[in-house]
Nanobody, 117 residues
Framework: QVQLVESGGGLAQPGGDLRLSCKGT????????WRWYRQRPGEQREWIAH???????SYAESVKGRFVISRDDLTNTQYLQMNDLKPEDTATYFC???????????WGQGTQVTVSS
């Protein structure tokens, strides 16, 4: 059974930092694309970053220059370092592992990030 377990969410002040982790079990994620999404209340889930299996990252404009995505294929874990947080970053953050062969997606359960003074 494939599972993604997230950790690292919580409360941060504006300008603060948080790091999210997402550990995968049940398969080898080396050939997958790791992604992060977030969902604000009343809004649709939005993609914010991904990292390819060659390590190349991409970011949504809303987080570019502040967030850093990374992956560790030895531990099947991806990370999202979130710097200079803003109140509008408040959302539930979801990790995703996408395997292009077969168009398979796995999702984490979500972790809440709240940015408030």
């Amino acid at each position: 059974q494939v599972q993604l377990v997230e950790s690292g969410g919580g409360l941060a002040q504006p300008g603060g930092d948080l790091r999210l982790s997402c550990k995968g079990t049940g398969t080898n994620f080396r050939h997958g694309i790791w992604r992060w999404y977030r969902q604000r209340p009343g809004e649709q889930r939005e993609w914010i970053a991904h990292v390819l299996n060659n390590g190349y990252p991409s970011y949504a404009e809303s987080v570019k220059g502040r967030f850093v995505i990374s992956r560790d294929d030895l531990t099947n874990t991806q990370y999202l370092q979130m710097n200079d947080l803003k109140p509008e970053d408040t959302a539930t953050y979801f990790c995703n592992a996408h395997f292009p062969v077969g168009d398979i997606n796995y999702w984490g359960q979500g972790t809440q990030v709240t940015v408030s003074s």
